[in-house]
Every structure is written in C-alpha cells, then in structure tokens.
C-alpha cells in the first residue's frame, strides 16, 4: 500500500553526509511495518463479550492456551512489575523486539549521519560551546530527520536576561513532567527557610506569609545525595540533590511580566500572579542556597542543577509510572480475557510493541557501558536502584493513586484546600482535553457491551482479570473485583490509554529533545562539582560546568533517538488522534463506537490545531517561558514502545 503523503517529500533537503545510508533509512521507514497492518483493522466485527460468544468452547481453550502460554517472569527494570515469560510470551517479545529493532535501526543511521554534521558544525561555528549562545549551533537548522520540527521556541537563548528565564524554569516543572512537584501544606515543616528579608526582596511578602498561605510549593531531589544514588557516580561528572522552592505570586492589577523586575533581581510581588522560582539549595559541598538575588550565572548554575535532576528523575520514572503498571495489567489481561472481547481489543491496540522496551532497555540503553552511561552523571545501575524503590516505597506505580485529576489533586496542584489554584497549569490545560476524549471513548465502549453494572458483574473474564490483577500479578493498587462497575471498567480503561499515550509522550518519546533535556538548561551531567562558596561562577566559566561539544552531541543524539517523527506516525496511523481508526470505519457493525471514535478524532484534531498554532510572542504574553507543543495529539503516537 502506498502511503498517502510520502514521508520523504515533506522534509527538508537531506544531508549530504552518507547520504546513500540515509536514504537507505529513510526508505526502509516508508515500507508499511507488517504486524502494523494486522492492528488497523477496518471495523471490530468479531468482539464478544463471554456471554454473547457464539463459540464458548473456542473462547475458553484460547483462554487457557494463554494462561498457560504466558507467565509472570523477572522483571527486567530492578524489581519491579513482572514481565512475560512463557512459550508463548517468548515468541510475542521476540517478535516485538525483531520488529522494534527493524525500525530503530531504519531510524538510528539518519540519526548517526546528523550527529556527525552537528559535531562538524559545533566545533567549526559553535567555538566548541565555550559560550552559552553557543549551544544554539546544536540544534538551530540540524537534525532535519531526527526531530523535524525542532526545540521548543523559546528554550534557546534568554537564560539571564529577565523574567522570562525563571517563568521558563518554572514552567518546566508544569509542563512536560509536573511529577514530582508538590503544594506545601501550612502545617508541614518546609525543607529548608530564606531568610525572611531575603524572601521579601524577591517576592515582596515574607517566606512564612508565602508558607502559611499555602503558595509555597516543593520539587525535593534531595535523595540522589543518598549512598545508593551517588556511589555509582561516574568519577569525571557531577551532580547536585537539590530541593527547590517554588511560589504564586500575589495578584495586582497589571498584567506586565518583566516589570516586575529589576536590575538588583528584586520582584516586589506586584504584577500579574504567577508560579514562579524562590530559592534552591544545592545538596552537595556547602549545600549552598541560591536565589535571584546571587551574581545570575550562579542563579543560572543552581536552576541547571536543578533542571539535570529532573531529567534523570524524569526519564527513569516515567518507567515505572508508565511502562511497567501498564504491561503488567495488559499481562494479566492476557491471561484471563479473550482476545474476542472488546477490551482485549481496546488494549491490544494501545500496548503495540509495548513488551519490545524492556529488552531494549536490557540490551541498548541501561546495560553497562551503553547509551546511558555514555552521558548521564549516575550509572545505569542507579537506574536499577531508582527504578526498585520508587516502585515499591513511592505511589509512583499505583493504578488507581495516578488517576490523572486525583493524582494531581493529591499534590495540591489543582482543586487545593489551601491557597491559590496555579495561575496556568500548561501540562493539565491540554491533557485535560485528552484525557476527556480518552474516558468518553471507553465510556461509550463500555455503554455498547454493558447495560447494567451487573452486566458487568457476570462477566467471569473481567472477574478474573481483576483478581489477576490483585493477586498473581501483584499490581499495585488496582481497583478489587468486588468493586466493578461500569464506572470503574471505564476509569480502569481510561487510565490505560492516559498511561501508555499521553502521559508516556509527556516524559518521554520526542519531549526530552525538544524539551526537558534541551541544553544547555537540561543538561544529564554536569562537569565540574557544584561551587563551595558563592562569587565561582560567571559567563565565562559556566560552560566548565556543562557538556563539552562530544558530550553534548551525545546528550541530544541519544534524546533524539526516542523521537518519531510526525509524518512517519502519520504514515503509520499511530498518532494520538488515530488511536480509535479502527472503529471509524463505515464497515463497523457498532454504529455507537463508529460515532465515539469519529467523535474521538474531532476532538483531538481541534486541541492538535490549538497547541500548533502556539506562537512564542502569545505565550510570552500568557506569562510562559516557552512554547509547549509536546501534548499536540497530532505529534506523538498513543504508544508506548520506546
Ligand atoms: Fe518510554
């Protein structure tokens, strides 16, 4: 079948460098993938719930087939959820792993040929990133194939200048990963105090009025100081255990941003309110504090080191928050529903490829001298570490905890008892749209299979998946079988897709290259240790600090790697806003399903056209750093396979 829109033709000139490989690379990623075709059905005519099989005897051997087929084997990622094993879950990983490592091989050489001109590039026009301004010639104009469609506007340049510097560090913890920041509540002691005139002079009110009001918030990676984090150091990078502190300002009048500045770093508190940065202590030597008010490559160094925690945390737990609770559900789905029922067919579609990542966790990524200990500060075996305990003493993995607007809400980011809501929230503005279009699909599957909730009771497969979940697949925090209803299948699906699609892409797929790990503010090292006394750090020796031009290039070839171009989702019908194709077709025998996905595609196309139409000077405007284009369901795919 010939793509509609050939991929080729819709990126920009090729580089000259191998340019025999990358047009090898580039043709062997048109070639239709052949499982892929098998996923796309045109229509669902073949889905039964037990009760309506005409086939029951067929249904339950091919139950039992796969019961037996597929079991629970070790984990793979620390210890953590299982992962198959089993004749037959040998032959699906096997399968999935070939075809992942077809593709990624299609896509790594273009990959490999832009590194090489960028290095070429950096070295000759880029001074060897002795500057900031330098890190630009890493990414302006490079990487045509790779990411298509380049940084994110406005992470580039800017890093001291105003306002829009620390809006832009504050944004990132409410955009791409807003995991790990939390409101402090009134009665809870704050992690560290700035001293109140201090506090007064950056915010205009005093830290305990700021605290007590319940505007103060916290993003603690004071756990990365512990042993078991730092003894696996790689002896020539570094790394900070920063804990930052964040605050709403006060609301006024106006609407201006950076008149709220002035050339002392002072921010009297008047102006529009907004989430903005106070102070972050370092962790490590002196375990400094910085502010605003510090020479501004200090504040600038304290706010990197602040951001390399965040991608290392970032990455790593997207692993466990999306990956290992979403493959070991669909396991025990495996396991105990027929693939004739309708949400075997909802979870088939959204787990594609999805039992390939470990392996190439195992093989490519985290094995000893790979990909990630070519740049990170801490060895791949304080990812094994990490991986283990925030899957066993964090909610980090629990099912039902991580319900997008609970889990949210349960870290006083949205509907707080205390304090101001978030004057924006980018992240939740557009998954709240996703998220939405994601529950009333699998609210109208549910309502097309199920009148009643007893309907839903008697059927034995979902039972029994619930109870799988419970108990030999040890899910954390899945919802008891004794609880099912229509509502909770529905949020049980809902979570699933939120899981595997969009809040995978949020953390991880392109968002890392364009975003979250976009140097010379994300970078995963730093290179010198963090100073022991305040006055060490100005424009002209910050660079000491950062990756040098073969770290660098290695940094944004390796998050480049995890991207998928659009046109090639495109190609491949595996956009966010393709999820439910299947079901739109006029072939479909469930006229209900066929208007749910229709209805599907129209509300994400709208939100797709909404976040592409983004413009830097709106967003400034808006009190924004930068632009954020990471949750267009137009850009990532509803996968989770890398
Ligand atoms: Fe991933």
């Known amino acids: 079948m010939k793509p509609p829109t050939p991929f080729l033709l819709l990126l920009p000139p090729l580089t000259p460098v191998f340019p025999t490989l990358i047009d090898f690379a580039v043709n062997s990623l048109l070639t239709p993938l052949t499982s892929l075709s098998s996923l796309l059905p045109s229509s669902h005519p073949t889905l039964y719930t037990p009760s309506t099989d005409p086939s029951p005897s067929t249904r339950q051997q091919e139950i039992a087939t796969n019961a037996a087929g597929f079991g629970y084997g070790p984990s793979k990622l620390g210890d953590t959820s299982y992962f198959p094993n089993g004749t037959l879950a040998d032959r699906l990983v096997a399968e999935q792993w070939a075809e992942w490592q077809a593709e990624n091989a299609a896509f790594a050489l273009p990959v490999a040929g832009e590194m090489v001109v960028v290095g070429a590039k950096v070295r000759t026009e880029g001074d060897d990133l002795q500057d900031l301004d330098d890190f630009k010639t890493l990414y302006d104009g490079q990487w045509p194939l790779t990411v298509p469609d380049g940084v994110s506007p406005g992470l580039l340049g800017n890093y001291t200048a105003d306002d829009t510097a620390d809006a832009t560090f504050a944004m990132a913890r409410l955009s791409g990963n807003p995991f790990s920041l939390v409101r402090l509540p009134p009665d809870q002691e704050p992690p560290f105090r ?3 005139e201090t506090c007064r002079r950056i915010t205009g009110e005093g830290f305990e009025a700021l605290w007590k009001q319940g505007r103060m918030f916290v993003m603690e ?13 790689f002896p020539e990078r570094y790394l900070a255990s920063t804990t930052s502190l964040f605050y709403i300002s006060g609301d006024s009048n106006s609407n201006a941003t950076s008149s709220n500045s002035n050339t002392t770093g002072e921010r009297p508190g008047r102006g529009r309110s907004q989430f903005l940065p106070l102070a972050i202590k370092t962790g490590v030597g002196q375990n400094l504090v910085y502010t605003r008010l510090d020479g501004e490559y200090e504040w600038l160094l304290a706010k990197i080191a602040a951001n390399s925690n965040d991608l290392f945390f970032g990455q790593i737990y997207h692993l466990i928050a999306t990956h290992a609770v979403a493959e070991i559900v669909n396991l025990a789905a495996i396991r105990t529903v027929s693939g004739r029922h309708p949400v075997r067919a909802y979870l088939e579609r959204i787990m ?13 990524l985290f094995n000893r001298g790979g990909f990630f200990d070519g740049i990170f500060s801490l060895s791949s075996r304080a990812v094994t570490t990490f991986a283990t305990t925030f899957y066993h ?3 980090s993995a629990h ?3 991580n319900y997008l607007l609970p889990e949210l809400a349960a870290r006083g980011l949205i509907n ?10 980018p992240f939740l503005e557009d998954m709240a749209v996703i998220h939405a279009a994601i529950h009333d699909f699998a609210h109208a599957l549910v309502d097309e299979y199920y009148t009643t909730d007893d309907d839903v009771r008697r059927d034995n497969e979902l039972i029994n998946w619930f109870n799988e979940c419970n108990s030999p697949a040890k899910v954390l925090d899945f919802p008891p079988a004794e609880d099912l209803s229509k509502t909770v299948l529905v949020d049980v699906l809902t979570h699933m897709a939120y899981l595997a699609g969009p809040k ?3 953390l991880n797929m392109g968002t890392p290259f364009t975003t979250s790990g976009v140097l010379p503010l994300f970078p995963a090292a730093l290179y010198r240790p963090m100073p022991q006394q305040k006055g060490e750090v100005h424009r002209a020796n910050i660079h000491e600090w950062l990756p040098d031009t073969t770290q660098a290039v ?7 790697l995890f991207n998928r171009p659009e046109e090639l989702l495109r190609y491949q019908g595996t956009r966010m806003l393709d999820l439910w194709s299947g079901w739109e077709g006029e072939g479909s025998e469930r006229g209900a399903m066929r208007t749910a996905a229709r209805e599907f595609r129209r509300r994400l196309e709208r939100l797709d056209k909404v976040i592409k139409g983004r413009t830097l000077s709106g967003e400034r405007r808006r009190g924004r750093g930068f632009v954020f284009k990471t949750l267009a369901p137009g850009r990532f795919p509803y996968y989770l396979a890398i």
């Open 194 to 196: 700035v001293e109140e």
């Open 221 to 233: 990676y004071a756990f990365f100081g512990e042993e078991k984090y730092v003894s696996h150091r």
């Open 352 to 364: 594609y490829r999805a039992y390939a990542v470990r392996p190439v966790g195992e093989q490519i």
């Open 393 to 395: 003493n964090s909610t």
């Open 399 to 401: 099912f039902r905890g």
């Open 416 to 425: 707080s008892t205390i304090g101001p809501e978030l004057p924006q929230f």
């Open 504 to 506: 995978h892409a949020a």
């Open 554 to 560: 290695k940094q944004v070839r390796l998050l480049g």
